[in-house]
């Protein structure tokens, strides 16, 4: 159960980074009707990984929710450890 919450967690965090960077691509216009459709589906996607995931806990089904929730939260997990090591690690870049 507690895994199921990490997972979340982390699913709605890279999820409301994605919601700052739309709301701020609005206001400076890079987000515009060229693109919007992205924007749109990448949107749509997590909301449906972020509210299936609880959807589906609430129908006991709790394996599939964690393999929902995983879809999201591992390259994230991922992802978030390669930047630490990056910023630890202070690579030479050349």
Same mark, same amino acid.
């Given at each position: 159960?507690?895994? &199921? !919450?990490?997972? =979340? /967690?982390?699913?709605?965090?890279? +999820? ?12 400076? /216009? *890079?987000? %515009? %009707?060229?693109?919007?459709?992205? !924007? /749109? ?11 299936? *995931?609880? !959807?589906?806990? %609430? ?10 929730? %995983?879809?999201? +939260? @591992? ?6 450890? &390669?930047?630490?090591?990056?910023? @630890? /690690?202070?690579?030479? =870049?050349?």
């Amino acid at each position: 159960m507690n895994l &199921f !919450w990490i997972l =979340w /967690g982390i699913d709605a965090l890279i +999820a409301l980074i994605a919601l700052y960077f739309f709301f701020i691509g609005l206001v400076d /216009g *890079s987000v %515009s %009707s060229f693109n919007i459709g992205i !924007w /749109g589906l990448l949107l749509i996607g997590l909301a449906v990984i972020v509210f299936g *995931s609880l !959807w589906l806990k %609430s129908v006991n089904q709790l394996g599939l929710a964690k393999g929902l929730l %995983s879809i999201l +939260a @591992i390259p994230g997990i991922l992802y978030a450890l &390669f930047i630490l090591m990056i910023l @630890i /690690g202070n690579p030479r =870049w050349n």
